[in-house]
């Protein structure tokens, strides 16, 4: 992965570093800089730069009057260099422009056309028209055989071409060209698609790519990936956003099958692949609860008062400050801890039912995270952590939940000295996703720092029967018919960003990713109808 760039900019050699201003190249001749003390790049970077601008422009009819050129060169915290130059048509007009960046090679790689006067609604441009354009492209950049990349309709989508690196016929997915056309036909940017591998990868021929041959067969395949189909509730499930009214749209309470993981299985073990660190299962098993039975309420600032104390903060009534959320339009306590953190209680307006407490760090910029208490103290782990949470949702969660599923990996979710919890509802043993709880836990003192039940049902649901659901069986044929399992190469960003970085590619398999498919309907056995706001493109 690409590491952080510093933020200074150089106009140097490639051999030196020296503080200057950017390098101009006027007509991609001699390279000139304004700043008396920077140097000429070497004859062989000089001929690399003018080379890459010279295939931009030989490839993209509309930088024919793109005459002037500006360079910049940024270094990196390894010590390397990102060349990047910027063509202009004058050094006055700032648009129309074109970015273009470099490889380490020095040939040419990235790019984005800055339009002069982009289009705010840009005209849907037929996909097929857009695949045509970019696919002549791709072969004019690369040569007849496109440098062994293929079209990969998985991530091809309206005006953007995926295309993706063959490697024993099989797409790598670590390895894309993501192209988007405009609606008059022209190729305005080249990025690098999803799972970047970065500057630090060995190159292709000095990796060891896993036989397909070796692979489990598709109905081994498809038997692993039975295991991570799941049941699951929606209360209110999002089905669009109404344009006149400017509100999201909901639908009916819905019960569905969805495949509740990673989405990569490995192919030669039959193991789900992580994709990045604390990527997986999100379902866990289920915890029981024993509510008190006895709905807060905060009506006034000595109630506030009262409440904060409960969670470890003593204050009075003169420090506190009621308001109204912005967001939910309930009623607020706020509590100024110090400089640096607020507290606030937010209430229901009408009932005063407590919903939520929580502490708020002001500093701004980047937080610190420790990864262990600085002074040798050992923190609370997870499992103490969740103990913690379980009381607090015992304490003030509506008395009809009776069972919670925490949502996320076995550590949740840790920031520095916080442990996060997103709990939801259970329903005749099924998760409800949109019923839920957040709490954070500090793990140095066992402190609730946060505890939000703004979407949460205060009252029983009224949720579809699951003994009228289809079964597993059955949601499964109808998924993989649509969306079948594809043998492919990937590398996961879990051991791209890993202290012990590792680029080797698994073989693994993977369904066929659908924007138009993505749950199952329980009761109908029928994928539920595009649209829905809430999930991931790329699933």
């Known amino acids: 992965m690409m590491k952080k760039l510093n933020q200074t900019i150089f106009s140097v050699t490639i051999a030196a570093l020296l503080a200057s201003s950017p390098i101009y190249l006027p007509n991609h001749g001699q390279v000139l800089a304004e700043d008396s003390q920077a140097k000429e790049l070497t004859p062989e970077w000089k001929e690399k730069v003018e080379g890459a601008i010279q295939k931009v422009k030989s490839t993209l009819p509309y930088l024919a009057d793109f005459s002037y050129s500006t360079l910049e060169i940024f270094e990196k915290d390894d010590g390397r260099n990102l060349i990047t130059v910027t063509l202009q048509t004058s050094k006055e007009k700032k648009k129309p422009s074109f970015g273009l960046s470099l490889d380490k090679q020095g040939n040419p790689d990235t790019f984005h056309y800055y339009e002069e006067f982009p289009e705010e609604e840009r005209p849907k441009i037929e996909h097929g028209k857009v695949k045509s354009k970019a696919t002549d492209f791709m072969k004019q950049w690369y040569g007849p055989e496109m440098g062994g990349f293929s079209y990969n309709p998985n991530y091809s989508k309206d005006n953007v071409a995926h295309f993706t690196k063959l490697v024993n016929g099989l797409p790598y997915l670590n390895i894309n060209v993501r192209l988007t056309v405009n609606s008059k036909g022209e190729i305005i940017s080249k990025g690098l698609g999803l799972h970047d591998l970065g500057d630090d990868a060995p190159a292709l021929e000095n990796m060891k790519f896993p036989d397909p041959k070796d ?129 606030e209680i937010e209430t229901e307006q009408k009932t005063g039912r407590f919903l939520s407490f929580h502490v708020m760090d002001k500093r701004e910029g980047p937080k610190e995270l420790p990864e262990e208490d600085p002074n040798g103290k050992k923190w609370l782990t997870p499992e103490e952590s969740m103990k913690l949470a379980v009381a607090a949702m015992e304490k003030y969660a509506p008395k009809h939940i009776k069972e919670v599923m925490p949502i996320g990996t076995a550590e949740f979710r840790q920031r520095g000295a916080v442990q996060g919890f997103r709990f939801v509802n259970v329903h005749e043993g099924i998760p409800v996703l949109d019923d839920e709880i957040f709490i954070r836990i500090d793990r140095i003192t066992g402190k609730v720092l946060g505890l939000s039940m ?80 809430h999930y991931d493109p790329y699933q």
Do not use: C
């Open 454 to 533: 703004l979407d949460v049902s205060w009252d029983s649901l009224s949720l579809p029967d699951p003994k009228k659901a289809v079964s597993q069986v059955e949601a499964l044929k109808e998924y993989l018919k649509l969306r079948p399992l594809e043998l492919q190469y990937f590398t996961s960003d879990a051991d791209i960003e890993s202290d012990t970085r590792n680029y080797q590619p698994v073989l693994v398999y993977r369904t066929a990713i659908s924007l138009d498919h993505r749950e199952i309907d329980a009761l109908t056995g029928k994928f539920t109808p595009p649209g829905e706001i």
């Open 215 to 343: 692979a489990i067969s598709k109905e081994q395949a498809e038997q692993a990936f039975a295991k991570h189909l799941k049941l699951f509730y929606l209360k209110r499930p999002i089905t669009g956003w109404d344009e006149q009214t400017k509100r999201t749209l909901y639908g009916s309470p819905t019960l569905r099958y969805k495949a509740e993981f990673s989405g990569y299985i490995d192919a030669i073990t039959g193991k789900e692949v992580p994709v990045y660190d604390g990527s997986g299962t999100g379902f866990n098993p289920i915890v029981s609860l024993n509510p008190a039975g006895k709905e807060v309420t905060v009506k006034t600032p000595e109630e506030a008062a009262a409440m904060f104390a409960a969670f470890g903060i003593e204050t009075n009534v003169e420090k506190i400050k009621e308001g109204v959320s912005e967001d939910t339009k309930g009623k607020t306590y706020t509590h100024e801890i110090n400089k640096d953190f607020d507290a």
